[in-house]
Nanobody
Framework: QVQLVESGGALVQAGGSLRLSCEAS????????MGWFRQAPGKEREFVAYISWSGGTTNYADSVKGRFTISRDNAKNTVTLHMNSLKPEDTAVYYCAASPPRPPGYYPDTRKLYEYDYWGQGTQVTVSS
């Protein structure tokens, strides 16, 4: 099993920056792809960013591309989301999630919630205008 704990959420002004961290328990963290999702009030949870187990592959939602950067440190069991040029529409609860290793020939759609087996409790990000 993998347990995930997010931190770093805060109230910030538009144009500001935040760094969210997700700490994972379990020795198998390094074999999992990791994603960040967010959910605003009254809206569905949506994909934000993904990083493969090695860190060699990343992808982003169009709405955050160029402003957010995902990274990971497998030695420290952490994944980080660096958020710059924040906008009020970035306000949401941010969740990290772990996607397990897949058999050869299976290519997960890393933007989909069902590809992730483990979720954190979330951290609130509020961007004021």
């Amino acid at each position: 099993q993998v347990q995930l704990v997010e931190s770093g959420g805060a109230l910030v002004q538009a144009g500001g920056s935040l760094r969210l961290s997700c700490e994972a328990s379990g020795r198998i963290f390094s074999s999992y792809g990791m994603g960040w999702f967010r959910q605003a009030p009254g809206k569905e949870r949506e994909f934000v960013a993904y990083i493969s187990w090695s860190g060699g592959t990343t992808n982003y939602a169009d709405s955050v591309k160029g402003r957010f950067t995902i990274s990971r440190d497998n030695a420290k069991n952490t994944v980080t989301l660096h958020m710059n040029s924040l906008k009020p529409e970035d306000t949401a609860v941010y969740y990290c999630a772990a996607s397990p290793p897949r058999p050869p020939g299976y290519y997960p759609d890393t933007r989909k919630l069902y590809e992730y087996d483990y979720w954190g409790q979330g951290t609130q990000v509020t961007v004021s205008s």
